[in-house]
């Protein structure tokens, strides 16, 4: 079994900052992707940011330059360092591991419980 697990939604203003973290547990060898998605209120989930295991990332084209994901490979965690938030912005966050190798063998993709960010004044 392995749990994703994320921390760190919450109320900000538009302009602040927030970070999100995401740590994966339980019977893990190695993940090969970690992402973070957001939905918003009556949208289709959507891709925020991706980071491989060799860190290539790759973003969503509205969040560029005011995001960046980085992640730890050792401890199985993912973070989203989110900046000039928007209220554009506001949504469920959901962490997302891709590619997780068991020692049995078996290859999972999971899905963490998502936390809110609203951003608002």
């Known amino acids: 079994q392995v749990q994703l697990v994320e921390s760190g939604g919450g109320l900000v203003q538009p302009g602040g900052s927030l970070r999100l973290s995401c740590a994966a547990s339980?019977?893990?060898?190695?993940?090969?992707?970690m992402a973070w998605y957001r939905q918003a209120p009556g949208k289709q989930r959507e891709l925020v940011a991706a980071i491989t295991s060799g860190r290539i990332t790759n973003y969503a084209d509205d969040v560029k330059g005011r995001v960046a994901i980085s992640r730890d490979n050792a401890k199985n965690t993912v973070s989203l360092q989110m900046n000039s938030l928007k209220p554009e912005d506001t949504a469920v966050y959901y962490c997302?591991?891709?590619?997780?190798?068991?020692?049995?063998?078996?290859?999972?993709?999971?899905w963490g419980q998502g936390t809110q960010v609203p951003v608002s004044s």
């Open positions: 339980g019977n893990i060898v190695r993940i090969k992707n």
């Open positions: 997302n591991a891709d590619r997780i190798v068991t020692p049995s063998g078996s290859v999972l993709n999971n």
